[in-house]
């Protein structure tokens, strides 16, 4: 087992997937640039890899996904006519997004799965662990999910993913999980599967979309080989590791919304809009009906 107990300092966002959940929206838009409200779903992510004390953030590129890397980057020309037209306020919003973090920026030349888009930051984290974020899953709660399991990874060390226990007939959507429970919702994991049948999943406990790896994954990632859906899969990987050093999965505290889907996006709009002072009364009066806005 990779023994380190520095802290964990570096995050991935595999962010090269095609979106085909999403389509059409996403056939020329990124989907990690969908507005929840006013900011993007990425940025919901950056924020919480920060506030677990991530600082060095490695994004896992594809082609169609340069706004992502244009939006942490500075605009001089909008920051010039802002300042020009005394915008202050919105001016240093939009430095301060281009502030944010120190971001490097991978290619995935094709989207082979999960798993090699995270092959594909090894080079970043070959001998230390590493947090993976997948921003599309969009966590809202007091404390942020990637903290909470790098709380595990302290305590326990080895690897540890978010879970969830879902619905049987939303179960095969998943990576799926066989634990044994350890108490405070700390799980050891004894064997996991990749979007199994429903009446084959070996438990109701998913796997979300945050990691805390150890680098041991990646010479297995790099065998390559291939499952579900005809991709490199992280499931598989993080299976074969459970032989060698400990995983553990972790029942995660907070909201989750899949804003890789509509209904997942919908709903954190709106609950967005419902903790937002001002735009909880366009919510309630837009379903009332009762006022144009
Ligand atoms: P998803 O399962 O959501 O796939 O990927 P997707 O392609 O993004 O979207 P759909 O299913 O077609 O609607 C989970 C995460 O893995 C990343 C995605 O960007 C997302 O963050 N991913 C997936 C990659 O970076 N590369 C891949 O080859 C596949």
């Known amino acids: 087992m990779v023994l380190s107990m520095d802290p964990v300092k570096k995050c991935l966002f595999p962010v090269a997937g095609l979106g085909t959940r999403f389509l059409p929206v996403t056939k020329e838009i990124a989907k990690e640039m969908l507005p929840l409200v006013n900011r993007p779903i990425i940025s919901y992510g950056v924020e919480e890899a920060l506030a677990s004390g991530c600082s060095d953030l490695i994004m896992i590129t594809g082609r169609a996904k340069r706004s992502i890397e244009n939006y942490f980057d500075r605009s001089f020309e909008l920051e010039e006519l802002l300042k020009s037209r005394g915008k202050m306020d919105l001016y240093k919003k939009m430095v ?41 899953d969009v966590f809202l709660g007091e404390t942020p999910i990637l903290s909470q399991l790098l709380e595990v990874h302290r305590r326990w060390g080895g ?25 405070n919702g700390v799980h050891r994991i004894l064997d996991m599967v990749e979007k199994p049948r429903s009446d084959e999943a070996p438990s109701d406990y998913a796997i979300m979309g945050r990691y805390v790896l150890s680098p041991a994954v990646f010479p297995l990632l790099a065998e390559g080989r291939v499952g579900a859906g005809g991709e490199i899969q992280l499931t598989d990987a993080l299976r074969r590791l459970i032989g060698s050093e400990p995983v553990w999965g972790y029942v995660y505290q907070g909201r989750r919304f899949d804003c890789g889907t509509q209904k997942g996006w919908l709903a954190a709009n709106i609950q967005l809009a419902l903790e937002d002072p001002e735009l909880r009364e366009v919510v309630l009066d837009s379903i009332k009906g009762s006022k144009n806005f």
């Open 96 to 136: 301060e997004i281009s502030e944010l973090a120190e971001i490097l920026y991978v290619r995935q030349r094709e989207p082979l799965g999960l798993g090699h888009a995270v092959l594909c930051g090894e080079r970043f984290c070959r001998d230390e662990y590493f947090g993976v974020i997948l921003p599309d």
């Open 159 to 183: 690897t540890v993913v978010a879970l969830e226990k879902v619905p049987r007939d939303e179960i095969s959507r998943y990576g799926v999980v066989r634990s044994e429970d350890m108490g």
